[in-house]
């Protein structure tokens, strides 16, 4: 278990809907970074958020937003979705604000129909 | 569990045999890389580091090999057992600007054979 956590575990919707997907970091983290994963394209960086401020920009595309809480946990938000969408997203969590050492949740995994 | 990148190269070996994963990374400019193991339905687990003032280090049963003459990396894993069949990912990054994710290669999928 490496302390960062994620809902929801599954998620299933429709193409042109939205969803928000949670992350917890661990204890202690300040850094929270988000990935899409899907078949074909392996693990691709959306988007980094330290101590609340985003730090950096990956492939995110302008439907997808995040934010970073007061209390550190995240949220990404995924409108008008497409089936291209379906895939799994996973959270990451550092201490600091560089790329280093990243501890990952359990993924949420999000299919578009 | 999830099945991830059904098109990655695979390696199989025998269980007590020692496996070498290769990952040749993009960026010169890159000063630190990490691997990380990926087991069916799990997020990602770092596995051990290596900084660009170091060509070699080792942790428990693996070992990491960094040839930046031409942007190499290697896993070794000794005495390898089932439980590490996994898909595994090499990640590289520029610590120094402290501005820079990490970039992930598409990873390799090694499989135990019992």
């Known amino acids: 278990d490496s302390g960062v956590t994620q809902t929801p575990k599954h998620l299933i919707t429709a193409t042109g809907q939205r969803v928000t997907l949670r992350c917890s970091p661990r204890s202690g983290d300040l850094s929270v970074y988000w990935y899409q994963q899907s078949l074909d394209q392996g693990l691709q960086f959306l988007i980094q958020y330290y101590n609340g401020e985003e730090r950096a920009k990956g492939n995110i595309l302008e439907r997808f937003s995040a934010q970073q809480f007061p209390d550190l946990h995240s949220e990404l938000n995924l409108s008008s979705l497409e089936l291209g969408d379906s895939a799994l997203y996973f959270c990451a969590s550092s201490v600091g604000p560089t790329g280093g050492e990243q501890y990952f949740g359990p993924g949420t995994r999000l299919t578009v129909t | 569990g999830e099945s991830v990148g059904l098109h990655l190269p695979t390696l199989s070996v025998q269980e007590g045999d020692n496996s070498i994963i290769n990952c040749a990374y993009s960026n010169s400019a890159s000063d630190y890389f990490i691997w990380y193991k990926q087991e069916s339905g799990k997020g990602p687990q770092f596995i051990i580091d290596i900084r660009s003032n170091m060509d ?30 996994a898909v595994y990912f090499c990640a590289e ?22």
Not at chain 2, 64 to 74: A, G, I, W, Y
Not at chain 2, 103 to 108: H, I, L, R, S, Y
């Open chain 2, 56 to 85: 070699k280090r080792q942790g428990q049963r693996v070992t990491v090999l960094l040839n930046k003459t031409v942007k190499h990396l290697s896993l070794q894993i000794a005495a390898t057992q089932p439980g590490d069949s």
């Open chain 2, 93 to 114: 990054n520029i610590e120094a600007t402290g501005n820079t994710p990490l970039v992930f290669g598409k990873g390799t999928r090694l499989s135990v054979i019992a």
